[in-house]
Every structure is written in structure tokens, then in C-alpha cells.
């Protein structure tokens, strides 16, 4: 059974850093794409980060040069480090891993989310 869980979120400042951090389980880690997505009410969620299984990186432009993506495959851990954060950064963030089987199959799975709020 796949398991990703997130930790990290909290309430910062503007200009504040968090890092986030999701714990995969029940997988084989290094095959997955894995990602940070984020959810603000009233939004849809949207991509903020994704790594691939070779370690190319894809930013939002929003989060461009202020959000690094990693992972770890020997910890099974995909981290993401947000610096400058901004109030519109605040929203749901939430760990995925994604992976195609071809012929259009591909397994995809969320962990729960965890709040990031970016106030004074």
C-alpha cells in the first residue's frame, strides 16, 4: 500500500523559508516522478514542483528561483525548500507521485497535504 506523507507546514512571515517534506512508502521510490502540488481555496490545485527519477526539475513560473525541489532515494524522501515566501503562496501543499505504464496507464498517488500560511 503507497503511503506519502507530508510534514513541514506551518504559518510564516512573508520572506520567511519552510521546507517541506514527503515519506514514501509501499513503492519503489526511484521510479516515480514525484512532485509538490498546492491547493488555494477557491483554486484549483496547481503544479509547483516536480522531480523526475533522474532528477530533472519543473517549477512553476510563480516559484521560479525561490523553490528547490529534491529528493533523496535512499530515504525515499522528496523535499521541497521554499524561500521568499509571499502571502499567495499560501494553500494546501500536497506530495504526488506519478508514473506511466504506457498504453495511457500510470499510477498516481497523493499524500494528505499539509498547510502552508504565509501572513504578518
Known amino acids: 500500500q503507497v503511503q506519502l506523507v507530508e510534514s513541514g507546514g506551518g504559518l510564516v512571515q512573508p520572506g520567511g523559508s519552510l521546507r517541506l517534506s514527503c515519506a514514501a512508502s509501499?513503492?519503489?521510490?526511484?521510479?516515480?516522478?514525484m512532485g509538490w502540488y498546492r491547493q488555494a481555496p477557491g483554486k484549483q490545485r496547481e503544479l509547483v514542483a516536480a522531480i523526475t527519477s533522474g532528477g530533472s526539475t519543473t517549477y512553476a513560473d510563480s516559484v521560479k528561483g525561490r523553490f528547490t525541489i529534491s529528493r533523496d532515494n535512499a530515504k525515499n524522501t522528496v523535499s521541497l525548500q521554499m524561500n521568499s515566501l509571499k502571502p499567495e503562496d499560501t494553500a494546501v501543499y500536497y506530495c504526488?507521485?506519478?508514473?506511466?505504464?504506457?498504453?495511457?496507464?500510470?499510477?498516481?498517488?497523493w499524500g494528505q497535504g499539509t498547510q502552508v500560511t504565509v501572513s504578518s
Open positions: 504526488n507521485a506519478d508514473r506511466s505504464r504506457g498504453l495511457g496507464i500510470r499510477d498516481r498517488y
Open positions: 509501499g513503492m519503489i521510490f526511484s521510479i516515480y516522478t
